[in-house]
């Protein structure tokens, strides 16, 4: 698979629930990211890891929210005590850090939360 | 810090008819900036960037765009829309200091009428 897989594609809950997101990037990349996009809105970031270390975070990042890069491959984003202004797409990218920023950004296709 | 702004949130053109997706920037040191094309249920997918090198540079189907310092801008053209080009367009620009994190516009939906 030569692309960024991000599991599940399509995710309703309850308010208050907790979930969980999967990012697998591409296997070479180092670096893997983790970006929110609500309803007519561009992407915004919310934080990044090269390798398994989590280099920085978006102030969008509350106490609700964790990522995690085991082993420096794939990634979870768990939101807890889910509230309706979590409902967005969270879009999940890699890139190496010897290839250009932004050139060798791949992303994948988006986990769609609906929180109801 | 480094800031995007889309001019447009919707442009509509005719099919066979000219592209103008305008974009201007702001940054505090020589940016890097890129245009990327959203289509409904797909990724995220980069058309072309500016990197310091010719200002002039072109992307894949068709697209190209013009980098001017003295405009802060680097708007997004195509000398004939085709149906497919309707999607959703970002201007980015990127933080090198930061590792390497994006910043998006606000969006431009572009729509072709046939």
């Known amino acids: 698979d030569t692309g960024v897989s991000q599991d599940p594609r399509h995710k309703i809950t309850k308010r208050g629930q907790n979930v969980t997101f999967r990012c697998d990037p591409i296997?070479?990349?180092?670096?893997l990211y983790w970006y929110r996009q609500t309803l007519g809105q561009g992407p915004e970031f919310l934080t990044y890891?090269?390798?398994?270390?989590?280099?920085?975070k978006s102030r969008l990042l509350s106490d609700r929210f964790s990522a995690e890069r085991p082993k420096g491959s794939f990634s979870t984003l768990e939101i807890q005590r889910t509230e309706q202004g979590d409902s967005a797409m969270y879009l999940c990218?890699?890139?190496?850090?010897?290839?250009?920023?932004?050139?060798?950004?791949?992303f994948g296709s988006g986990t769609r939360l609906t929180v109801v | 810090a480094q800031s995007v702004t889309q001019l447009d949130s919707h442009v509509s053109v005719s099919e066979g008819t000219p592209v103008l997706l305008r974009c201007n920037y702001s940054?505090?040191?020589?940016?890097?900036l890129f245009w990327y094309v959203q289509h409904p249920n797909k990724g995220l997918q980069l058309l072309l960037k500016?990197?310091?090198?010719?200002?002039l540079v072109k992307g894949i189907n068709g697209f190209e765009a013009e980098f001017k310092k003295s405009e802060t801008s680097f708007h997004l053209t195509k000398p004939s829309a085709h149906m497919s080009d309707a999607a959703e367009y970002f201007c980015?620009?990127?933080?090198?200091?930061?590792?390497?994190?994006?910043?998006f516009g606000g969006g431009t939906r572009l729509m072709v009428k046939p």
């Open positions: 990218a890699s890139s190496h850090t010897m290839q250009g920023g932004g050139y060798g950004y791949t």
């Open positions: 980015v620009v990127i933080a090198r200091d930061a590792g390497n994190m994006l910043t």
């Open positions: 500016y990197t310091s090198a010719a200002t």
């Open positions: 296997s070479e990349h180092n670096r």
């Open positions: 890891f090269q390798n398994e270390a989590q280099l920085e």
């Open positions: 940054s505090s040191y020589s940016p890097s």
